[in-house]
Structure formats: C-alpha cells, structure tokens
T-cell receptor, first 116, second 114 residues
Framework: DAGVIQSPRHEVTEMGQEVTLRCKPISGHDYLFWYRQTMMRGLELLIYFNNNVPIDDSGMPEDRFSAKMPNASFSTLKIQPSEPRDSAVYFC??????????????FGSGTRLTVV | KQEVTQIPAALSVPEGENLVLNCSFTDSAIYNLQWFRQDPGKGLTSLLLIQSSQREQTSGRLNASLDKSSGRSTLYIAASQPGDSATYLCAVTVGSSNTGKLIFGQGTTLQVKP
C-alpha cells in the first residue's frame, strides 16, 4: 500500500493566485481529514469527510478555503486567492471508521505551501 | 473548547536514558488519545492509541498512560536511542464517538545524543 499520497510536495505561489492541493487516501478508508501545520498554531484540523461527505468544516479559516471530495479516492483543498499567511504545511490523513488501534490513522507526507 | 498542552516543548537527553513526555487536556470528555511521532519534513506516524476506558498501552519501548479524570497522559520511552529523535505529538479525539476529529498539542521535540 502506497499510503496517503499528497501532491505537490512543495508549492510556491504569488499572493492572489489560486492554489490546489491534492490527496489520494488509502483505498478502503472512509474518513479523510485535511490539517494545516504552522509553527505558531501547530496542527489544526481544517475539514473532514466521511464517505465523501463533508462532516465538519468549522476549522476552515475563511471563505477563501474550499475542499471537495468528488469520489472515495480523491480530495482537493483549494485556496483562492492565496495570501502570505496561508504559508504552512498542509497534511491529508485518512482512516477507517474514524481511526482506531487496529484501523489506523494515516497521514500523508504533506504539501509545503509558500505564498510570496 | 478543548486545549491540549505538551510539556516540555523540547528535551535533550543522552542515549540510554529513560524519559517521560507529558500531555494535558482541558476537557475530559474525550473518546481516545493518541501519541504520534513526526520526523523533520515528514508526516505523522501513529505510535499508540488509548481508548478513554483504558489506562495504558504499550508498544516495545513505549508506554503511554491515560488519566482521563485529571486530563493527563504520559509517554514513557525506555532506553532512549538516537533514532528516537523526533517531535512527539499528543492528540485527543473530542466527543463521545469516534469522529476521528483530533485536537493536537504543540509537540515535544526530543533529541537523543549518542
């Protein structure tokens, strides 16, 4: 199993541009999570899906952020327009049944976003 | 609002020492608690998960305890090795069901010197 796959690994963009981050969860996992990690705020949950349906998006910072999960094997996080304060590492994670000792909670390697 | 705090923020020990990392949370209504490891530039790896009804979990040289009523957890690492150097994060699942919604602490960065 290749694990949770995120792309791109690194993204540098200019302020005001649209940024799209991609995630492929582990096959068979029914939960998908998007997190953001910064030095100041640590790891924050942005949004999560269950069976492709958004369940809780209370962590999405602003309307500039949107996330979709059109099918069980793909999700996107979009920022439009991007701002320098969006610079962070964005992680995608997936799990089966919300995660457990047996079912795992697996993180991708992250996308490091720099907005200049 | 649930808050998770980890102390210390950084720790440096010589190889072979036993050590304890601390995690505290403000709301005892958690479903479970997990400890993760994060290596520089990498994602997180789940180390141990303790259900709210459990007191501890062990995996190899790692032992995690949970005192839900006092809002505390510890991660004990026995006979530390340089390969244990990483950031260790504690996270709680909020609520009464397994939503998978994790609230993380800021982490403890551990350096084990050879």
């Amino acid at each position: 199993d290749a694990g949770v796959i995120q792309s791109p690994r690194h993204e540098v963009t200019e302020m005001g541009q649209e940024v799209t981050l991609r995630c492929k969860p582990i096959s068979g996992h029914d939960y998908l999570f998007w997190y953001r990690q910064t030095m100041m705020r640590g790891l924050e949950l942005l949004i999560y899906f269950n069976n492709n349906v958004p369940i809780d998006d209370s962590g999405m910072p602003e309307d500039r952020f949107s996330a979709k999960m059109p099918n069980a094997s793909f999700s996107t996080l979009k920022i439009q327009p991007s701002e320098p304060r969006d610079s962070a590492v964005y992680f995608c994670a997936s799990s089966l049944g919300g995660g457990s000792r047996l079912r795992g909670y697996t993180f991708g390697s992250g996308t490091r976003l720099t907005v200049v | 609002k649930q808050e998770v705090t980890q102390i210390p923020a950084a720790l440096s020990v010589p190889e072979g020492e036993n050590l304890v990392l601390n995690c505290s949370f403000t709301d005892s209504a958690i479903y479970n608690l997990q400890w993760f490891r994060q290596d520089p530039g990498k994602g997180l790896t789940s180390l141990l998960l303790i259900q709210s009804s459990q007191r501890e979990q062990t995996s190899g040289r790692l032992n995690a305890s949970l005192d839900k009523s006092s809002g505390r957890s510890t991660l004990y690492i026995a006979a530390s090795q340089p390969g244990d150097s990483a950031t260790y994060l504690c996270a709680v699942t909020v609520g009464s069901s397994n939503t998978g919604k994790l609230i993380f602490g800021q982490g403890t960065t551990l350096q084990v010197k050879p």
